[in-house]
Each structure stands twice: as C-alpha cells, then as structure tokens.
C-alpha cells in the first residue's frame, strides 16, 4: 500500500507539475512581456522594432540604470543603450569608408555641434561662401549642423537601417560616438579622416547632466546632480567610461597623427582661428594667402559661433537628433561653467579620478 501510494504520487508529481509548470512559465513570459512593454513606456519607444534574438543578446550584457532611458548596457566595453547598440551593429558590418570621407568623433557634450557647424563650413566654403554678407542661402543659417553631418548611430544606421550613402557628395563627412576601439575596424582605409573633439570632464558632466534631464521622457525619473555624478565617476555614462573614450582617440592621435586629429572645446574655445586653420590643413583644404586676407577664416569662426547659431530659427524651434529640441543643444557654451554645480568633494574626486586614469599620458585639461 505504500509502495503503491509511493508509486502514485511519484506519478502524479508530473502530471500535475507539467501543467503547473507550464502555467508558471506563460505567467513569467506575460510577467516579461509586461515589464517589457513598461520599459517601453518608460524608454519612450526606445525598446520598439528589436528582435527576439537581439533583446536576448542584451539580457546577456552587465547593465546600470540609465540616465535617459531605464538601462545602459556595457556593449564592447563601452556604456551604451539599446537603440544606439542595434544601431552600431548595423554600421560595422555594413559601412564602407571611401577614400576622403572625414569622420567627426566626440564623446556626448563636448561640442560636437559646433564642430559639425566648423567641418561643414570649411569643407563646403567654395558651394557656400561664408563671408558674402548677402548670402542668406548659407545651408547653416536654415539647417541645424546635425542634419549636414549626420551621425552613424542616431541617423544613418538607426533601428538597424542600412543607408544608401551613394548619392553624397565628397568628401562624405558623417559623425560618432563610438569609442575607437570600435570604429577603427570599419575605417581602415588610406585618406579616411578622423577628427576628435575633447573637452574637459567637470564640463562635459555638467553639461550632460543638463542636456539629458531636458530632453528625457516625463516617464523616467530624472537623474539627480549626485547620482549622476557618480555614475559618471564610475564610468557609466554614453559610450564611457569617459576616460577610455579620450584616451581611444588621444593615442592614436599621437600614433597616426595624419589619420586623427585631436582637438580641445577650450582651445577652440580661446582661439578659434587657429585651430580652424588647423583643421582646414589637416583636411588638406588649408586657407590661402587670398582667404585669409579676405576674411573667410573669421567667417567661418562667427557664422558657427554659439551666439550666432543659439539665435538661428532653426536651432530654437525645430527637431534634428531623434526627437530632442535643438534648442537644447546650446545651452551656455562656456569654460568652467561646473563651478557653479559641483561641491569641493565632488571636484576633489574628479580631480583624482583624472588623475589616476589619464595621468602621465600627456592628455592635459584647462578647467577655466
Ligand atoms: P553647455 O551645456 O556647457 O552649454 P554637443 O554639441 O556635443 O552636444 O555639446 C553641447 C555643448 O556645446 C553645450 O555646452 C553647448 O552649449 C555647447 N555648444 C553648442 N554650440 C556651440 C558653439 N557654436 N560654440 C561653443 N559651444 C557650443
């Protein structure tokens, strides 16, 4: 008898577990689904059009809460979310780089609108005189600078898309976020031009901390000045840690500096005219005597200047990047504008944190 009631209740553990254990599996499938279609609330779309197999490959990544949407996920080493990571892959495997294309790489904040503004207009200068003062045709006065360079992750290889880049004119010029160490596979060509631009790390935070509470979804709660400060400290920031990125781009500036070019928002900042005649002859289109002596550089250095483009109807009212304002894309423009947030704890660490990560590899910053 009781081997018999053994017997039976060995074999009704399946039987009644089969169902049950099905039950629980759809339950935790709609439980997923569900928590799936919040994240989706909460990302603002940001999780539509991905794969099954590719919502599988980012459950697999580390990932920390995010400060735009609800997760960063740590993607080839660098910080990253879900859409821009659909994105890149699409670019590796299908960019071809041409000859003359010029790549314009940042990390966020740094000022990469207006560099956008600068390799336009010195690259376009004779389609586009910049100095005719009747020319009200200039593509920068109607068109914010990230519809004339686009970016390789938000515009052209966005949702997993593949562009026909056919039709543009050369030099092609496109624009990224992407670490190195990730682009540089899919640039290996002779006379393919990289130029970074860097800026120091107390004003890049700030200025992301600002940018990314403006243009975040009312759905996402926002990220406090102290919680981000610390995920930025811990390197969990877009395509961060912050140090990698720069230090990427830093030594293969000094390794190939006819390949890349590394430029900082501070000197730009302080003299403009240098460093755009700087970057005129690294793209091998140098001023002449004759421009110089008619005023095209100091053109080109006021029509992309901050209060010039702030002022422009299309940087107050229109839509370039996704669907983020551009009028949140120039917000102070300044130096040292971090002084007004962080606390002198908070500067401490970040000095320290420099300090130890990029100490004693030449890249230096000017604070103020
Ligand atoms: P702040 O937030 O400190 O004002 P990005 O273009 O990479 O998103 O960087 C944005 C930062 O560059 C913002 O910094 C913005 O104000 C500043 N910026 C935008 N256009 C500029 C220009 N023409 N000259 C100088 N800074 C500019």
Redesign the pocket.
């Known amino acids: 008898m009781t081997k018999t009631m053994a017997t039976s209740s060995i074999k009704t553990i399946p039987i009644i577990a089969i169902p049950n254990f099905a039950i629980c599996h759809k339950l935790e499938l709609l439980k997923e689904e569900g928590e799936r279609r919040d994240l989706k609330r909460q990302e603002g779309g940001d999780e539509e059009g991905l794969s099954y197999e590719f919502r599988e490959m980012l459950d697999s990544l580390p990932k920390e809460r995010g400060w735009r949407t609800r997760y960063l996920y740590l993607f080839q080493g660098f910080w990253c979310q879900s859409k821009e990571i659909q994105a890149i892959i699409s670019f590796q495997k299908h960019f071809q780089p041409l000859q003359n294309d010029v790549v314009i790489a940042?990390i966020?904040?740094?000022?990469?609108?207006?560099?956008?503004?600068l390799t336009f207009t010195l690259l376009n200068r004779y389609r586009f005189d910049p100095v005719s003062s009747t020319n009200t045709d200039h593509p920068l006065l109607t068109s914010n600078p990230h519809d004339l360079v686009p970016f390789f992750e938000y515009k052209l290889y966005a949702n997993g898309g593949v562009p026909d880049l056919s039709g543009l004119a050369s030099p092609r010029t496109f624009a990224t976020h992407i670490p190195f160490g990730s682009l540089k596979g899919s640039i290996e060509k002779p006379g393919v031009k990289v130029v970074y631009?860097c800026?120091n790390p107390f004003?890049t935070f700030?200025?992301s901390w600002?940018?990314i509470n403006s243009i975040k979804s009312e759905s996402v709660s926002p990220v406090s000045l102290d919680e981000g400060f610390d995920l930025y400290c811990r390197g969990v920031i877009g395509f961060g840690p912050f140090w990698e990125h720069m230090l990427g781009y830093w030594r293969e500036s000094l390794k190939r500096p006819e390949k890349v070019l590394f430029l900082r928002?501070e000197d730009?900042?302080e003299d403009i005219e240098s460093n755009l005649k700087r970057l005129a002859s690294f793209l091998g289109v140098p001023f002449t005597d004759e421009e110089e002596r008619k005023g095209v550089v100091k053109a080109i250095s006021d029509l992309?200047?901050?209060k010039?483009?702030?002022k422009l109807e299309v940087n107050k009212s229109s839509k370039s990047i996704k669907n983020f304002e551009n009028r949140h894309?120039?917000?102070?423009?300044?130096v040292s504008?971090w002084v007004n947030y962080l606390s002198p704890s908070q500067a401490e660490r970040l000095l320290a944190l420099v300090d130890d990560k990029l100490g004693g590899t030449g890249l230096t910053f000017r604070y103020s």
């Open positions: 940042t966020p904040k740094s000022g990469t609108t207006w560099l956008k503004a631009l800026r004003d700030i200025s600002h940018y928002y730009l900042k992309c200047s901050f010039n483009l702030k894309l120039f917000r102070k423009g300044e504008d």
